[in-house]
């Protein structure tokens, strides 16, 4: 027997209506391409978002053709979040860091219809115009008069000339709410990228998920910086959970250096700022420098990488700044734990607090955990052993677009490609992605714990531990490090810092330092590039 | 196309596997109803609720049949909860309040199997049990060595042996995630009781929203204390939204006087607390009497009836704690809107504050709302006019359990029987219920407009404002007042108490004292049985 309930399925269009309905007036303000801020609200926001429907309707495309978006975080950029997923087809976000022919692969592998793109990746669509063969129609994100009249590409308008046309009224479709909403690469380090498809249903339950107190803590007093972009996995759910809850958000725009993201920060009363570690380390940087003050910043959520241990003491410590360390991946719309501390855990020492606050925390619900040894057996809970970590829940994939790579999940798990420990009270630790741990003599180091130790060093500012071969031990750990401006640090002095942290078989056989760590489309460390550069280095050791 | 996320239906029994796994030692605190505290955890309440889904399989139930409660909040009840609902059977909670003729004819509608009982019910199950023809099984809940010989009721066992019997390990099974879940039959003042049919899905849905920060806001870092019943409306979805989200649960059981319920908050570390005006107003006497204070308390919810301001404000200014109204009703799980502010309107002063306080507030997301003239015509939201308040949604039905009172859905919109304005900012305010407007010479007054005033008064416990016919104005108010313990207000000083808060014409024509103004089987005052009562009374108008 059924329930007697309305059957009203979970669609993208509810969020925006609900925004402009409850939040008419929620302030949405983006720093522009062009550099100047602009500032309209939710209301403003649907009104555009229908016109963006009403356009792509225009044009012809069947329900879930895709239409991608090359651009920063912004309100243009929103608006197509919303438009595209609303009015039935695909949003598929495509990450301008990457190489153009890895763009155009992509997009001819998603059958993009139209893209949409930022004027500051006019020279990307230049170089790659010409091989996008599915894409029908390319939309440059500026003003009629802002359009360059001199591109070659056929088929190119002004995104404001293309909505300018359309009503701001529009009757959202409803439909299965299984359908698919947007699509999303991964940048994988071996093989082609493979696509995330998610639905109406998985990005909506992942927004009520990602609202919650123990999540990112989203309500209407609250004001929102998104640095994580939108361009890679829907900037974390943000621009859905604030929609949701009616929270003002900031886009930062290209802007990401200290001194800007800083500066918006303080001018918009943000409250929390979400992003990875690297935007993070040059706003402190900046702000250290010039002995700067956060006047409304609470906390500020971390993911993406793993957050050093410096990194949250630096915000907590200094600036009174509470960082939610926080982990998922593009399988998982991204969200599956944020760290915040329990009730019983309130009453600890700051040093005990800090214990948990490293980790990558407490699963949402809506996400299950497991942890499993090389022959796929359950591993307790305690914190201290670690092993593959698989995930299941309905905003996981069950498979990539179209199929690539086969079925991934094991027994409806799907595995992460971490190596993880949890402890009893749930909290997840990341020991490793499964390929950068070191394995040395039968026993694995983790690379992560190398680098936390080597980022506390004062003279270090970006370090990466790396396999080696070795003769005797198979690999050895090598440290790459990139000093601070200003730094003089040797290798002494680095390794020296080791001593009492770890057991002296972890600690690295050597350390190189270069002038800049490569860093992927989406700021991690790639170190695949490290290891291919060092796959020669002649360790002191073998 | 489909999205390509796990297909993971969304079921009751997830939450509290959940709760088990990630909250394992979160507490579950229980007054029982032999008055001492029972004290578990959620990895204990996770393993008998799967011994309870055990022995409703063995009494060979098919799947949706019913299992009615008939008890307070309780550890016992939460089990009954999950494993009921869990097993793929559906949770009948019935009101104890009710008349026994009326709990038969709702076990008998309902078709209830199986009947599970707090010891303080016996009375009342002795009188029902033969008339309820469709219950095979009596439960007990209590100990096997509390269960009375000599009841006469047939197939009666006791929880505890009727569970004890069952492994706490169970596969829970997997379905439909529209499958019923629970049934709460409403108290309608006319006709038969109507059942609300929730499902699993719907129940999820509203613990997220629930749970969200600008609705209850729960987390593992709160110990709540639902006041609200757990035979009611699952109090509100507090139950599952606890699981959700590992917070503590505190249940009060039988002892709702103000001094048990002030103990408990202490004791418990209570941080949040739910209930309807009624039981706030006997502990904010118990604590005015004993000058007493909260060492943890932070906000209250209050709905069920709208919250008489002067509470609101004897709560925040008399003792710190926020009152947050929320308003919702059976046929909606029940939450739709809960008053918390908005950002802007944090800077407001405090009277300002208090003018938004003392709405109902803004709709979580899951609930759309509108409001119509009697010609159905859509009303703006400009906080003036009032109409009748319909919604929509996923967590409200769509009609009742057997189809009883027909399709109650207007244009897909379930009309809620109340009269409410909406301001720009999306708050709402219930003027009135329907039928409890007074139409005064073709002028609408609001029935709780004039309660609240005569409430502010300081001889007044609680008033009751009804119409009574008028030859010449169709109807007039008169006001009900039950006088605080020593007061001796006169009907003078109470009707002077209203010039300058109100135009003359909405002023009561008369006061009437009584010495207690009787109440519903959920707190609500029964205008209902005052309009029976002074239907002949003799207004000095007429």
């Not at 409803?174 to 071996?190: P, V």
């Not at 974390?236 to 886009?251: C, D, E, H, N, R």
């Not at 972890?506 to 490569?518: G, R, Y």
Request: net charge neutral; aromatic share 8%.
């Amino acid at each position: 027997m059924l329930g007697l309930m309305q059957d009203q399925p979970l669609l993208i269009s509810g969020l925006i209506e609900f925004a402009a309905r409850h939040h008419h007036d929620g302030q949405i303000v983006s720093r522009r391409v062009e550099g100047d801020l602009h500032r309209y609200t939710y209301r403003d926001a649907a009104r555009r978002s229908r016109q963006v429907a009403g356009a792509i309707d225009k044009l012809g495309l069947a329900f879930s053709d895709r239409v991608a978006t090359l651009a920063w975080n912004g309100y243009r950029h929103l608006e197509l979040y919303f438009g595209i997923t609303g009015s039935g087809r695909v949003v598929h976000t495509i990450n301008p860091r990457l190489a153009p022919d890895q763009i155009a692969w992509i997009a001819n592998h998603a059958e993009d219809q139209v893209l949409c793109f930022d004027m500051t990746f006019l020279p990307i669509v230049k170089a790659v115009w010409s091989k996008c063969t599915t894409v029908k129609h390319w939309i440059a994100l500026c003003e009629a008069d802002a359009l360059p009249g001199d591109t070659g590409i056929a088929n190119l308008q002004s995104y404001e000339a293309w909505i300018g046309r359309e009503s701001d009224r529009y009757d959202w479709p409803q439909f299965d709410e299984k359908s698919a909403a947007a699509l999303c690469y991964t940048s994988g380090t071996t093989g082609n990228p493979k696509g995330a498809l998610y639905s109406h249903r998985s990005t909506i339950l992942h927004a009520y998920g990602g609202a919650l107190p123990d999540a990112l803590n989203l309500s209407a007093r609250d004001s929102i910086l998104p640095v994580v972009p939108m361009f890679h996995v829907n900037a974390w759910g943000i621009p859905y959970s604030a929609a949701m809850t009616g929270a003002k958000l900031v886009f930062p725009g290209a802007a990401l250096d200290g001194k800007s993201v800083y500066e918006l920060l303080e001018a918009e009363r943000v409250t929390m700022a979400a992003g990875v570690p690297t935007v993070w380390l040059a706003l402190l940087n900046h702000m250290a420098e010039h002995k700067l003050r956060f006047s409304t910043l609470t906390r500020t959520v971390i993911g993406g990488s793993a957050c050093p241990p410096a990194m949250i003491r630096a915000f907590k410590d200094q600036y009174g700044v509470t960082v939610l360390h926080a982990w998922g991946m593009t399988e998982m719309s991204p969200l599956g734990t944020v760290c915040n501390l329990k009730g019983q855990q309130q009453a600890l020492p700051p040093e005990a607090q800090m214990d948990v606050l490293v980790k990558q925390g407490r699963a949402v619900f809506g996400v299950e955990m497991r942890i499993v040894d090389p022959e796929g057996k359950e591993l307790p809970w305690d914190g201290k052993v670690s092993g593959d970590l698989h995930v299941k829940g309905p905003w996981i994939i069950s498979s990539y677009f179209k199929g690539e790579g086969g079925d991934p999940l094991i027994d409806g798990w799907f595995p992460t490609g971490d190596v993880a420990a949890i402890d009893p009270d749930g909290f997840l630790q990341i020991t490793d992605r499964s390929k950068d741990v070191i394995k040395s003599g039968g026993e694995w180091i983790s690379s992560i714990d190398v680098e936390n130790i080597a980022m506390a060093h004062p003279g270090v500012a970006m370090a990466a531990c790396i396999a080696v071969p070795h003769p005797k031990w198979d690999e050895r750990p090598l440290l790459v490090v990139m000093r601070k401006p200003g730094s003089n640090a040797t290798r002494e002095e680095i390794l020296a810092h080791f001593e009492g942290k770890v057991a002296k078989w972890q600690v690295p056989d050597d350390v190189v330092f270069v002038d800049a760590i490569p860093l992927g489309a989406t700021g991690k460390m790639q170190k695949n590039k490290l290891r291919d550069q060092f796959r020669a280095h002649k360790l002191p050791t073998s």
